[in-house]
């Protein structure tokens, strides 16, 4: 009975883009609120994940961005091939997707009138892996940053480093921290903003390297998995292990600040360095 498979899955389809359910407490939220409250869950908090696009919609004034670098896109250096497909197909298809031509987009605006370089990281594009396209779009802002003295931000959303880019992904960590370590010689601030999930090769190098680390509520933030780490050290680990409270609690982060609260936050701690 194909009119019925039909009408249901349409029925479905209408369903799925009338509510969001919310990762953490389960309940289902009208999406237009999920959407007004900037991806949040108006119940129990919890952040859920946000377009590049959105985030800067955010975080800067209106008509104040200005990308850079997009011309910079993932290159299949190593031909690389899985059972899915080719890596050249996946990110050729997530570059339709998503509207960005890697998992970070780069640029400068101003944020409460205060000019700032930054990139944003996009979970949609490949987990927000690190391949050396994303790593040299990070590098190249943090030029700019340099070259302008500009106080540059980076919000991190990433899965860790992108496999299908072998070591060349694994290289990215080593750049991208000398291109914001740099930034100190002018005493430029560099400010990390990890978000869920923060992981991996990311949290290994720049996202852990902010004169200020600040963490939306909840994210996840670790090198290696949990399981991975338990069956290593053969202990069970605390509940909240990985979470950015702990992480607070343990001085790797510096503050934790809700979504809504971020563009007041870090322009705040900007308006600091620029008097
Ligand atoms: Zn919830």
């Known amino acids: 009975m194909a009119w019925y498979t039909e009408t249901t899955t ?3 389809k209408s369903k799925k883009e009338l ?22 869950c108006p119940n129990c908090n919890y952040h859920g994940a946000i377009s590049s696009y959105e985030r800067i919609n955010l975080l800067f004034d209106e008509n104040t961005f200005e990308e850079l670098f997009t011309n910079i896109s993932p290159k299949d250096s190593l031909k690389f091939n899985d059972l899915k497909g080719s890596y050249k ?9 998503t509207g960005i031509n890697e998992a970070v987009v780069t640029g400068h605006g101003k944020m409460n009138g ?26 190249q802002a943090a030029n700019y940053a340099y070259d302008h003295n500009l106080p540059y931000i980076v919000i991190s959303a990433s899965g ?11 290289m990215q960590m080593a750049k991208t921290c000398a291109g ?14 990890l978000t869920n999930p ?29 399981r991975v780490i338990e ?19 343990h001085g790797f982060v510096d503050s934790i600040v809700n979504r809504k609260d971020l563009k007041d936050y870090l322009s705040n701690v900007l308006s600091y360095y620029n008097r």
Not at 89 to 94: F, G, I, L, M
Not at 114 to 139: N, Q
Not at 231 to 249: H, M, S, V
Request: aromatic content about 8%; hydrophobic content about 40%.
């Open 89 to 97: 197909d996946k990110y050729e298809a997530n570059i339709k997707k």
């Open 19 to 40: 509510w969001v359910k919310c990762k953490k407490c389960h309940s289902h939220i009208y999406a237009k609120e999920w959407k007004e409250n900037l991806n949040v």
């Open 114 to 139: 205060i000019p700032v370089v930054i990139a944003v990281m996009d979970f949609r594009f490949l987990g927000g892996s690190l391949g050396s396209g994303t790593g040299e779009k990070i590098l």
């Open 160 to 170: 860790g480093a992108r496999m299908q880019e072998g070591a060349l992904s694994l």
């Open 198 to 226: 923060t992981t991996g090769g990311v949290s290994a190098s720049y996202a852990m390297m902010g004169d200020i680390n600040v963490s939306e509520p909840g994210a996840l933030i670790g090198f290696a998995g949990r």
């Open 231 to 249: 069956q290593t050290i053969g202990e069970k680990l605390p509940d909240n292990f990985q979470t950015a409270e702990y992480l607070r609690e």
């Open 10 to 12: 349409k029925k479905n």
């Open 180 to 193: 914001v370590a740099r930034l100190n010689r002018k005493n430029i601030p560099y400010i990390s903003v």
